[in-house]
Each structure stands twice: as C-alpha cells, then as structure tokens.
C-alpha cells in the first residue's frame, strides 16, 4: 500500500511513550501503524504530538477587529452592545469580509479547523454580515470548516424586522439559528419563537444566555423546558450562562444532571466573561467564569470557546483556542493532570461533540484534520500553551510555525 502522505514518528495523545506513523491518503486517515511503507510525502515529526484539530464552537468574526471604532469606559454588557450597535451602522459587506478574514487566518494558524461563527441579523445590518461570512466558508474551506449561527443580538419581539430577516438567512443556507434573550423585552416569547424557527427550517440552535450575576431567575430553565418540548436533545448548545458562576458547587451540580438529561450543551466564554462581568465590584471582583468542567463532570457536553476578538466585549484575543483553555485552567485554578486533559477535550473532542460533527478524531477513516504540537501530551499543550507548528486539512498542509530560535553569539 502506498500513501500520499505519511507523518512519520508522530506521538498520539494518550500514548506518550510509543510513536507512530500516519498515513494518508485521498484525504482520509489510511492506517496508524508503528512503521508504514514508503509515501509520495513524508513528513519525519521527531515524536511531536499529533491531535485533532481543534473546534472553535462560538466566535463572532462580524464583529472582530473593532476595537479601534468602540469607547470602552464602563467595560459593561449592555455598553458593549450599545457600542457595537453604533459600530454596526457603518459596516458593509466589504468591511466585514476583511476583518473576518483577518481573525479567520489568525484561528486557521493558531490550529482551529472547524468553528461556528455567530453572526448579527437585525434591520441595519441585514444580511451583510451572512452573506460575507459564508462568501468566507468558500473560500477558506482549504483549511477550516465554517458554520453559521444567525441571531438577533439587539433582541426579536423587540426589534420589528428582525424575525423575517432569520428566515430569509435561514432559507438562504444559514447552518443553524441562535437566540439572545437577555437582548429582548420579551425573553420568553424569544426563546419560543427561536424554536419555531428552528422547527421549521430543521435546524440546531445555540442561544446566548443568562449573562449576568444574578442567580435568582433564569432564562434556562425555559430553554430546558423547550428542549424537552421539541424532542431537541442533542442539538441545543448555550452560551456564557454565567448566572451558574454565582451559584454554590451543590446547586451547579443539580442543574448541571438536568441539562445532561434535557440534552443542552454549555459553551464557556472565559475572555468575555471576565471582562464583563463583575463590574458592581471594585474590589474583591467576582470572576463569572461558570465551570464547565464541573457541569462536563456531571454529564454536560462541554465547549471553551473564545467569543470574541478586539472589541467592547472582548478588547483582547488572537483567536487562538489553546490560550483560551489556559486562561480557562488559570481562572478556574485546575491543577491536576485529568483537569488539563478535561479542557484539552472541551476544545477538541468534546466541542466536536456539541456541533454534531461527523467523523472527528484520530482513528482510521476519518478526514485528515490534524495538528502537530511541539510537546508530549494534551495535558502540556495547555499548560505550557504550545503553538501549533503545523496543520493538515483533509491532508494537504494548510499551514506552518517555524520554531523560535536562539541567536547565540
Ligand atoms: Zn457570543
């Protein structure tokens, strides 16, 4: 048998003191063995890891890169939103095109090789930011699989228009439909109209949800209530719900059996919800980060995701999912090995899950989707945040990091 392309002395996840080779072929993972036949490529990997690679669940390309164009001087929620309103005004199709791409390339060299982007519809922007996005997914699919959530960030029932515009999305080839109803006058009445909307189109949904520190009600009991409703266990995901940070340990846990029952998937956006939550306090700041590993503890498909990249609700990011899981182990103080494993999986395997990929993962017959890091384990990607020094997408090299190098005198 003869390959395309064999990665040669590759260190496989879990497997810290054996190496293999991969062979590829037509795309595909043809065979791991511990030594494979001559290829067209080889490609000698001197026992660096080889994983998956990684899946951004939650990002907004449509709105990255605006920082220059925001005033941040409450670092608040609804500042952010109003911000970004105002922003949004001026974009056109051109303008978001060439910043998406620049947040799309950074994600595609810091290893992301499939992401679900959010993108705003309402009545100002209409349909410009979809339209650039998916003009995007063509063009980018060499290196990265993109999908697109459409929802309604400035609210539904609240802003007239805004429903016939989803669908429009919808019809024309949105992926999949988000909601925002902490945005809305009417939160219950939005999430059930994201339903219906979902319903029709058959479509999954992922709502941004419960951001805010106050544990005394919230919007996801109803979205549970829905789910179970709709027999829609498996295709619900929601984002942030940092009411569950402020919740003791007992009560999470509670929560966290229901929404494994009910089938609702949590993404956690550790950069955003650091920025803007908490900001009651001047001392003694709460950290709003709920625990995802916790809820992924207790049955819960779990993402870290990095929302958003240079603007009022995130004025930092390099689109690289790997310090997102890093400050997410900072943040939540993990310290043991299983931890770092647990968050290597929440932007791996387990944020494959919670988009409903098919054939994700390193086993024989799956697409070539991998990334090669210089360290020995999962566990040290994390820790010691290594950057990728190579991609492969459906086995063609879709990029490459030079190491570092010391100019010793
Ligand atoms: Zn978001």
Request: net charge negative.
């Amino acid at each position: 048998m003869s390959f395309d392309l064999v990665l040669q002395a590759a260190r496989l996840p879990g497997e810290p003191e054996s190496l293999v080779d991969i062979g590829i072929e037509d795309g595909r993972i043809a065979a791991i063995a511990p030594s494979l036949p001559e290829a067209v490529e080889i490609e000698p990997l001197n026992g660096s890891l080889v994983v998956p690679g990684l899946v951004e669940t939650h990002i907004h390309l449509d709105k990255s890169c605006i920082l220059e164009r925001c005033s941040i001087h409450e670092g608040s929620l609804q500042e952010a939103i109003a911000e970004t309103a105002r922003a949004k005004l001026a974009f056109t199709e051109e303008d978001i095109a060439q910043r998406a791409r620049r947040t799309l390339e950074r994600a595609i060299a810091n290893g992301t090789m499939h992401m679900r982007t959010h993108v705003e519809v309402d009545p100002r922007v209409g349909l410009k930011g979809f339209r650039a996005v998916r003009e995007l997914a063509r063009s980018y699919a060499w290196a990265i699989d993109l999908e697109i959530c459409v929802f309604p960030q400035e609210g539904l029932i609240n802003d007239p228009g805004s429903e016939e515009l989803l669908e429009e999305a919808c019809q024309q080839g949105a992926d999949l439909i988000g909601g925002c109803p902490y945005a809305d006058t009417q939160p219950l009445e939005h999430i059930a109209r994201i339903f219906a909307i979902a319903r029709r189109f058959d479509l999954d949904i992922d709502f941004h949800l419960d951001f805010d520190l106050d544990a005394s009600w919230m919007h996801l009991d109803e979205v549970v209530r829905w789910t179970r409703l709709a027999g829609y266990g498996g295709r619900v995901a929601v984002g942030h719900v940092s009411k569950l940070s402020a919740l003791p340990s007992k009560r999470q846990i509670e929560i966290a059996r229901e929404l494994a029952d009910a089938g609702v998937a949590v993404t956690v956006l550790p950069a955003t919800d650091l920025f803007l939550m908490g900001r009651d306090s001047d001392y003694n700041v709460p950290r709003g980060v709920t625990r995802a590993d916790r809820l992924a503890q207790h049955g819960v498909v779990c993402s870290l995701a990095s929302n958003n990249v240079l603007n009022a609700f995130t004025p930092f990011g390099d689109a690289s999912l790997l310090r997102i899981a890093n400050l997410y182990a900072n943040v939540a103080q993990l310290g043991r090995l299983a931890d770092f494993q647990r968050c290597f999986d929440m932007i791996t395997a387990a944020a494959a899950k919670l988009m409903n990929l098919k054939g994700y993962g390193l086993a024989v017959g799956n697409p070539a989707d991998l990334l090669v890091l210089p360290c020995r384990s999962p566990a040290a990607a994390v820790t010691e945040l290594c950057p990728p020094s190579m991609g492969f997408k459906a086995g063609r090299r879709s990029f490459s990091r030079p190491p570092a190098q010391l100019m010793r005198p």
